[in-house]
Protein backbone atom coordinates (compact mmCIF):
# COMPACT_ATOMS: atom_id res chain seq x y z
CA UNK A 1 0.00 0.00 0.00
CA UNK A 2 2.92 2.31 0.88
CA UNK A 3 4.69 1.97 -2.54
CA UNK A 4 1.76 2.27 -4.46
CA UNK A 5 0.80 5.35 -2.42
CA UNK A 6 4.41 6.61 -3.30
CA UNK A 7 4.47 5.85 -7.15
CA UNK A 8 0.96 8.07 -7.38
CA UNK A 9 2.20 10.74 -5.63
CA UNK A 10 5.47 9.95 -7.65
CA UNK A 11 3.55 10.43 -11.07
CA UNK A 12 1.28 13.15 -9.85
CA UNK A 13 4.29 15.79 -9.77
CA UNK A 14 5.83 14.79 -12.45
CA UNK A 15 2.76 15.78 -14.46
CA UNK A 16 2.87 18.79 -11.90
CA UNK A 17 6.40 19.81 -14.78
CA UNK A 18 9.10 18.25 -12.05
CA UNK A 19 11.89 15.70 -13.36
CA UNK A 20 14.64 13.83 -11.43
CA UNK A 21 17.96 14.91 -12.60
CA UNK A 22 21.08 13.51 -10.74
CA UNK A 23 21.90 12.95 -6.73
CA UNK A 24 24.98 15.17 -6.12
CA UNK A 25 26.71 15.24 -2.51
CA UNK A 26 24.78 16.96 0.51
CA UNK A 27 21.64 17.64 -2.23
CA UNK A 28 19.03 16.28 -4.58
CA UNK A 29 19.14 17.79 -8.56
CA UNK A 30 15.29 18.12 -10.14
CA UNK A 31 14.52 19.57 -12.96
CA UNK A 32 11.03 22.01 -12.39
CA UNK A 33 8.59 23.74 -14.63
CA UNK A 34 6.95 26.74 -12.67
CA UNK A 35 4.28 29.07 -14.98
CA UNK A 36 3.06 32.47 -13.27
CA UNK A 37 0.16 34.30 -14.44
CA UNK A 38 0.67 37.60 -16.87
CA UNK A 39 -1.63 40.39 -14.89
CA UNK A 40 -1.52 43.75 -16.25
CA UNK A 41 1.54 43.55 -18.72
CA UNK A 42 3.49 42.74 -15.55
CA UNK A 43 6.10 40.40 -17.04
CA UNK A 44 8.35 40.71 -14.31
CA UNK A 45 5.99 39.66 -11.53
CA UNK A 46 4.68 37.11 -13.33
CA UNK A 47 8.30 35.91 -13.63
CA UNK A 48 8.49 35.86 -10.01
CA UNK A 49 5.80 33.65 -9.76
CA UNK A 50 6.78 31.28 -11.85
CA UNK A 51 10.28 31.21 -9.90
CA UNK A 52 8.64 30.14 -7.17
CA UNK A 53 6.23 28.01 -8.12
CA UNK A 54 9.20 25.92 -10.04
CA UNK A 55 11.29 26.08 -6.40
CA UNK A 56 7.79 24.37 -4.93
CA UNK A 57 7.37 21.91 -7.91
CA UNK A 58 11.16 21.15 -7.20
CA UNK A 59 10.69 20.52 -3.23
CA UNK A 60 7.82 18.70 -2.88
CA UNK A 61 9.32 16.24 -5.46
CA UNK A 62 12.31 15.59 -3.97
CA UNK A 63 10.15 15.02 -0.57
CA UNK A 64 7.40 13.27 -1.72
CA UNK A 65 4.77 15.73 -0.51
CA UNK A 66 1.64 14.04 0.54
CA UNK A 67 -1.51 15.96 -0.95
CA UNK A 68 -4.94 16.08 0.86
CA UNK A 69 -7.14 17.89 -1.11
CA UNK A 70 -10.80 18.43 -0.15
CA UNK A 71 -12.82 19.59 -2.69
CA UNK A 72 -16.78 20.93 -2.30
CA UNK A 73 -18.29 21.27 -5.67
CA UNK A 74 -21.93 22.71 -5.75
CA UNK A 75 -23.82 23.45 -8.88
CA UNK A 76 -21.27 22.69 -10.73
CA UNK A 77 -18.73 24.96 -9.24
CA UNK A 78 -16.30 24.63 -7.04
CA UNK A 79 -16.81 26.20 -3.87
CA UNK A 80 -14.48 24.93 -1.48
CA UNK A 81 -10.35 23.77 -2.37
CA UNK A 82 -8.49 23.18 0.88
CA UNK A 83 -4.46 21.54 -0.15
CA UNK A 84 -2.69 20.82 2.74
CA UNK A 85 0.86 19.78 1.92
CA UNK A 86 3.88 18.96 4.10
CA UNK A 87 7.53 20.03 3.51
CA UNK A 88 10.82 19.92 5.26
CA UNK A 89 12.68 20.97 2.16
CA UNK A 90 14.43 24.09 0.82
CA UNK A 91 16.16 24.85 -2.88
CA UNK A 92 19.99 25.47 -1.67
CA UNK A 93 20.58 26.98 -5.31
CA UNK A 94 18.89 26.86 -8.90
CA UNK A 95 19.85 27.44 -12.36
CA UNK A 96 17.48 28.51 -15.21
CA UNK A 97 17.21 26.62 -18.25
CA UNK A 98 14.82 28.56 -20.10
CA UNK A 99 12.29 31.31 -19.90
CA UNK A 100 9.36 32.83 -21.04
CA UNK A 101 6.19 33.65 -22.54
CA UNK A 102 4.07 30.49 -23.32
CA UNK A 103 0.95 32.57 -23.94
CA UNK A 104 -0.42 35.76 -23.83
CA UNK A 105 -1.18 35.59 -20.14
CA UNK A 106 1.41 32.83 -18.74
CA UNK A 107 4.76 32.90 -18.24
CA UNK A 108 7.03 29.82 -17.56
CA UNK A 109 10.32 29.37 -16.00
CA UNK A 110 12.21 25.66 -16.00
CA UNK A 111 15.10 25.23 -13.92
CA UNK A 112 17.53 22.84 -12.58
CA UNK A 113 17.22 23.03 -8.70
CA UNK A 114 19.40 21.22 -5.77
CA UNK A 115 17.43 20.82 -2.81
CA UNK A 116 19.05 20.04 0.18
CA UNK A 117 16.68 18.58 3.88
CA UNK A 118 19.58 19.58 6.14
CA UNK A 119 19.10 22.49 8.35
CA UNK A 120 18.36 25.53 6.34
CA UNK A 121 20.29 28.10 8.94
CA UNK A 122 23.74 26.09 8.19
CA UNK A 123 23.36 27.01 4.49
CA UNK A 124 24.47 30.55 4.24
CA UNK A 125 23.56 30.95 -0.31
CA UNK A 126 20.07 29.18 1.34
CA UNK A 127 19.53 31.70 3.75
CA UNK A 128 20.68 34.34 1.54
CA UNK A 129 17.44 33.09 -1.20
CA UNK A 130 15.26 32.72 1.54
CA UNK A 131 15.82 36.03 2.64
CA UNK A 132 15.08 37.78 -0.86
CA UNK A 133 11.99 35.87 -1.49
CA UNK A 134 10.54 37.51 1.88
CA UNK A 135 11.12 40.79 0.68
CA UNK A 136 14.62 40.99 3.01
CA UNK A 137 12.58 41.67 6.48
CA UNK A 138 14.15 44.01 8.61
CA UNK A 139 14.60 42.57 12.22
CA UNK A 140 14.53 45.08 15.76
CA UNK A 141 15.30 44.20 19.23
CA UNK A 142 13.92 45.14 22.07
CA UNK A 143 15.56 43.31 25.47
CA UNK A 144 15.78 45.31 28.92
CA UNK A 145 18.61 43.79 31.07
CA UNK A 146 19.51 43.44 35.22
CA UNK A 147 23.02 42.98 35.41
CA UNK A 148 24.73 41.19 38.40
CA UNK A 149 24.23 44.50 41.05
CA UNK A 150 22.23 46.43 39.08
CA UNK A 151 18.55 47.77 40.70
CA UNK A 152 15.44 47.04 39.14
CA UNK A 153 15.08 50.17 36.88
CA UNK A 154 11.33 50.26 34.58
CA UNK A 155 13.20 52.65 32.63
CA UNK A 156 16.87 50.94 32.50
CA UNK A 157 16.46 49.96 28.65
CA UNK A 158 16.76 53.91 28.22
CA UNK A 159 19.92 54.67 30.03
CA UNK A 160 22.14 52.53 27.63
CA UNK A 161 22.81 52.82 23.74
CA UNK A 162 22.76 49.00 23.89
CA UNK A 163 22.47 46.15 26.05
CA UNK A 164 24.98 42.99 25.81
CA UNK A 165 22.24 40.69 24.45
CA UNK A 166 20.86 42.94 21.79
CA UNK A 167 24.77 43.12 21.09
CA UNK A 168 24.86 39.74 20.88
CA UNK A 169 21.86 38.83 18.92
CA UNK A 170 22.84 42.15 16.28
CA UNK A 171 26.12 39.98 15.26
CA UNK A 172 24.51 36.93 15.29
CA UNK A 173 21.42 38.24 13.02
CA UNK A 174 23.94 40.17 10.66
CA UNK A 175 25.88 36.58 10.34
CA UNK A 176 23.03 35.65 8.49
CA UNK A 177 22.95 39.04 6.12
CA UNK A 178 19.50 39.79 8.61
CA UNK A 179 18.81 43.22 8.19
CA UNK A 180 19.00 45.11 11.74
CA UNK A 181 17.12 48.45 13.20
CA UNK A 182 19.79 50.54 14.78
CA UNK A 183 18.79 50.00 18.30
CA UNK A 184 20.10 53.22 19.17
CA UNK A 185 16.99 54.18 16.61
CA UNK A 186 14.58 52.40 18.82
CA UNK A 187 15.37 54.17 22.04
CA UNK A 188 14.99 57.39 20.28
CA UNK A 189 10.95 56.91 20.78
CA UNK A 190 9.66 59.43 23.18
CA UNK A 191 6.67 56.88 23.91
CA UNK A 192 8.58 55.21 26.52
CA UNK A 193 5.71 53.00 28.36
CA UNK A 194 4.81 51.40 25.20
CA UNK A 195 8.66 50.79 24.86
CA UNK A 196 8.28 48.93 28.42
CA UNK A 197 4.87 47.39 27.37
CA UNK A 198 6.21 45.79 24.39
CA UNK A 199 9.66 44.49 26.65
CA UNK A 200 6.68 42.69 28.74
CA UNK A 201 5.07 41.43 26.45
CA UNK A 202 2.53 43.17 24.49
CA UNK A 203 2.57 42.17 21.26
CA UNK A 204 0.32 45.29 20.12
CA UNK A 205 3.13 47.64 21.20
CA UNK A 206 5.52 45.71 19.96
CA UNK A 207 4.16 45.54 15.85
CA UNK A 208 3.60 49.20 16.20
CA UNK A 209 6.99 50.41 17.44
CA UNK A 210 8.43 48.33 14.65
CA UNK A 211 6.01 49.13 11.87
CA UNK A 212 6.75 53.24 12.80
CA UNK A 213 10.57 51.86 12.40
CA UNK A 214 9.89 50.03 9.13
CA UNK A 215 10.98 46.63 10.78
CA UNK A 216 8.64 43.86 9.73
CA UNK A 217 9.65 41.27 12.62
CA UNK A 218 10.96 42.78 16.29
CA UNK A 219 12.18 40.75 19.16
CA UNK A 220 11.61 40.96 22.44
CA UNK A 221 12.49 40.01 25.75
CA UNK A 222 14.42 40.14 29.23
CA UNK A 223 17.58 39.14 30.46
CA UNK A 224 18.75 38.72 34.02
CA UNK A 225 22.16 37.84 35.89
CA UNK A 226 22.88 36.68 39.24
CA UNK A 227 25.48 34.98 41.52
CA UNK A 228 25.00 31.47 42.40
CA UNK A 229 25.02 30.59 45.84
CA UNK A 230 26.69 27.45 47.48
CA UNK A 231 29.27 27.21 44.18
CA UNK A 232 32.73 27.41 45.16
CA UNK A 233 35.23 27.86 42.39
CA UNK A 234 38.32 28.42 44.65
CA UNK A 235 37.56 32.22 44.59
CA UNK A 236 35.85 32.68 41.43
CA UNK A 237 31.97 33.50 41.49
CA UNK A 238 29.86 31.31 39.47
CA UNK A 239 27.93 33.90 37.44
CA UNK A 240 24.35 33.02 35.37
CA UNK A 241 22.47 34.79 32.96
CA UNK A 242 18.82 33.72 31.56
CA UNK A 243 17.05 35.07 28.67
CA UNK A 244 13.61 34.38 27.52
CA UNK A 245 12.41 35.88 23.63
CA UNK A 246 9.57 36.25 22.10
CA UNK A 247 9.96 36.85 17.50
CA UNK A 248 6.66 38.96 17.02
CA UNK A 249 5.61 39.37 12.92
CA UNK A 250 4.98 43.19 13.50
CA UNK A 251 2.79 43.16 10.04
CA UNK A 252 0.06 41.23 11.83
CA UNK A 253 0.81 41.62 15.23
CA UNK A 254 1.07 37.33 16.49
CA UNK A 255 3.89 35.86 17.88
CA UNK A 256 5.54 33.73 15.39
CA UNK A 257 8.86 32.35 17.96
CA UNK A 258 9.47 32.66 21.67
CA UNK A 259 12.44 30.58 23.23
CA UNK A 260 14.68 30.85 26.57
CA UNK A 261 18.15 30.63 27.34
CA UNK A 262 20.66 30.14 30.15
CA UNK A 263 24.16 29.89 30.52
CA UNK A 264 26.88 30.34 33.48
CA UNK A 265 30.55 32.00 33.16
CA UNK A 266 33.34 32.07 36.17
CA UNK A 267 35.03 35.18 37.03
CA UNK A 268 36.46 37.25 39.85
CA UNK A 269 34.50 39.99 39.18
CA UNK A 270 30.88 39.97 39.45
CA UNK A 271 29.47 42.57 36.71
CA UNK A 272 32.09 41.22 34.00
CA UNK A 273 31.20 37.48 34.76
CA UNK A 274 27.48 38.43 34.66
CA UNK A 275 28.13 40.32 31.23
CA UNK A 276 29.92 37.59 30.18
CA UNK A 277 27.30 34.55 30.74
CA UNK A 278 24.51 37.17 29.36
CA UNK A 279 26.66 37.56 26.28
CA UNK A 280 26.89 33.16 26.14
CA UNK A 281 23.21 32.61 26.61
CA UNK A 282 22.86 35.50 23.69
CA UNK A 283 24.84 33.40 21.49
CA UNK A 284 22.98 30.18 22.13
CA UNK A 285 19.76 32.01 21.84
CA UNK A 286 20.43 33.70 18.52
CA UNK A 287 21.49 30.37 17.18
CA UNK A 288 17.51 29.13 18.09
CA UNK A 289 15.89 32.08 16.97
CA UNK A 290 17.36 32.15 13.58
CA UNK A 291 16.86 28.39 13.00
CA UNK A 292 13.01 28.76 14.22
CA UNK A 293 12.64 32.13 11.99
CA UNK A 294 13.87 30.65 9.09
CA UNK A 295 11.96 27.49 9.31
CA UNK A 296 8.57 29.31 9.47
CA UNK A 297 9.76 31.63 6.79
CA UNK A 298 10.84 28.44 4.72
CA UNK A 299 7.32 27.12 5.35
CA UNK A 300 5.61 30.24 3.96
CA UNK A 301 7.46 30.25 0.89
CA UNK A 302 7.26 26.16 -0.31
CA UNK A 303 4.32 25.58 1.53
CA UNK A 304 1.46 28.22 2.32
CA UNK A 305 1.49 31.80 3.57
CA UNK A 306 -1.38 33.35 5.74
CA UNK A 307 -1.78 37.20 4.57
CA UNK A 308 -4.42 39.35 6.36
CA UNK A 309 -6.20 41.30 4.15
CA UNK A 310 -8.20 44.13 5.48
CA UNK A 311 -11.19 45.13 2.85
CA UNK A 312 -12.85 48.42 3.23
CA UNK A 313 -16.24 50.19 1.38
CA UNK A 314 -18.24 47.02 2.27
CA UNK A 315 -21.88 47.93 3.17
CA UNK A 316 -23.10 44.98 5.22
CA UNK A 317 -22.32 41.12 6.47
CA UNK A 318 -24.18 39.56 3.44
CA UNK A 319 -21.93 41.57 1.16
CA UNK A 320 -18.92 41.01 3.69
CA UNK A 321 -19.43 37.00 3.24
CA UNK A 322 -20.56 37.44 -0.84
CA UNK A 323 -16.84 38.73 -1.03
CA UNK A 324 -15.33 36.13 1.05
CA UNK A 325 -16.81 33.59 -1.77
CA UNK A 326 -15.29 35.71 -4.36
CA UNK A 327 -12.35 36.51 -3.32
CA UNK A 328 -11.51 32.57 -3.37
CA UNK A 329 -10.99 32.67 -7.17
CA UNK A 330 -9.95 36.28 -7.65
CA UNK A 331 -6.51 35.31 -7.79
CA UNK A 332 -4.31 32.09 -8.05
CA UNK A 333 -2.63 30.24 -5.60
CA UNK A 334 -5.28 30.99 -3.29
CA UNK A 335 -6.29 27.85 -0.96
CA UNK A 336 -8.24 29.32 2.12
CA UNK A 337 -10.26 32.29 3.01
CA UNK A 338 -11.56 33.02 6.13
CA UNK A 339 -13.39 36.06 7.35
CA UNK A 340 -11.87 36.91 10.85
CA UNK A 341 -14.47 40.01 11.45
CA UNK A 342 -16.37 42.66 10.27
CA UNK A 343 -16.00 46.21 11.95
CA UNK A 344 -18.52 49.45 10.20
CA UNK A 345 -17.61 49.12 6.77
CA UNK A 346 -14.50 47.15 7.24
CA UNK A 347 -14.27 43.59 7.21
CA UNK A 348 -10.45 41.54 7.82
CA UNK A 349 -9.57 38.11 5.92
CA UNK A 350 -7.24 35.41 6.42
CA UNK A 351 -6.01 34.28 3.15
CA UNK A 352 -4.20 31.23 2.96
CA UNK A 353 -1.77 31.40 -0.35
CA UNK A 354 0.97 29.98 -2.47
CA UNK A 355 2.64 32.64 -2.73
CA UNK A 356 3.14 36.22 -1.00
CA UNK A 357 1.75 39.43 -0.27
CA UNK A 358 3.21 41.60 -2.66
CA UNK A 359 1.54 38.81 -5.68
CA UNK A 360 -1.56 38.62 -3.99
CA UNK A 361 -1.56 42.75 -4.19
CA UNK A 362 -0.54 42.61 -7.98
CA UNK A 363 -3.70 40.18 -8.84
CA UNK A 364 -6.01 41.96 -7.08
CA UNK A 365 -5.79 45.24 -7.83
CA UNK A 366 -7.99 47.15 -10.02
CA UNK A 367 -9.91 43.25 -10.34
CA UNK A 368 -13.58 43.47 -10.61
CA UNK A 369 -15.93 41.31 -8.92
CA UNK A 370 -19.25 41.30 -9.45
CA UNK A 371 -20.38 44.79 -9.30
CA UNK A 372 -17.25 46.59 -7.61
CA UNK A 373 -13.77 47.16 -8.25
CA UNK A 374 -10.71 46.40 -5.68
CA UNK A 375 -8.23 49.24 -5.32
CA UNK A 376 -5.00 48.12 -3.37
CA UNK A 377 -4.29 50.71 -0.57
CA UNK A 378 -1.05 49.66 1.32
CA UNK A 379 1.28 46.45 1.10
CA UNK A 380 3.41 44.79 3.24
CA UNK A 381 4.91 41.65 3.85
CA UNK A 382 1.76 39.56 5.64
CA UNK A 383 -1.00 42.38 5.07
CA UNK A 384 -3.12 44.22 2.15
CA UNK A 385 -5.38 47.09 2.68
CA UNK A 386 -7.75 46.96 -0.41
CA UNK A 387 -10.48 49.28 -0.98
CA UNK A 388 -13.90 48.39 -2.61
CA UNK A 389 -15.53 50.50 -4.92
CA UNK A 390 -18.34 49.89 -6.02
CA UNK A 391 -20.14 50.41 -9.79
CA UNK A 392 -22.55 53.21 -10.45
CA UNK A 393 -25.98 52.27 -11.39
CA UNK A 394 -26.89 52.19 -14.79
CA UNK A 395 -29.09 55.28 -15.64
CA UNK A 396 -33.10 54.74 -15.84
CA UNK A 397 -33.59 54.12 -20.03
CA UNK A 398 -35.84 57.41 -20.62
CA UNK A 399 -39.67 56.62 -20.10
CA UNK A 400 -41.70 57.30 -23.59
CA UNK A 401 -44.88 58.90 -23.00
CA UNK A 402 -47.71 56.26 -23.65
CA UNK A 403 -50.77 56.44 -25.95
CA UNK A 404 -50.95 57.51 -28.97
CA UNK A 405 -49.74 60.63 -30.66
CA UNK A 406 -52.29 63.43 -30.40
CA UNK A 407 -52.32 65.10 -33.87
CA UNK A 408 -50.72 68.48 -34.30
Not at 92 to 107: C, F, H, P, Q, W
Not at 302 to 322: D, F, I, P, Q, R
Not at 355 to 371: F, K
Request: glycine share 6%.
Amino acid sequence: MRSRLFSVVYALVLCCGVALAQTPAGGTQVESTGLGAITYNDIPAARDRAMDDAKRKAVEFVLGTLIDSRTRVENYQVMEDQILSWTRGYVRNYKILSEGKTAEDMYEVKMLATVDQANISRDVEAVQNLLQSMGNPRVMFLFDEQNIGEAVDRYHFFQVDMTATETSLMNKFLEKNFQVVDPGTVRQNKERDAVVAAINGDSKAAASIAAALDAEVVITGKAVAKVASGVNLGGMKSCQASITARVIDADVGTVIATSSKSAAYPHIDEMVGGTKAIEKAANLLGDELIARILEKWRSRVYSANSVKLLVTGLNNYNEAANFRGALSFAARGIKAVTQRNLAGNTAEYEVQIQGNADQLARELDQRVLANYSLAVQNVTANKIMVKLVHAEPSPAPEQLPSGNPQPE
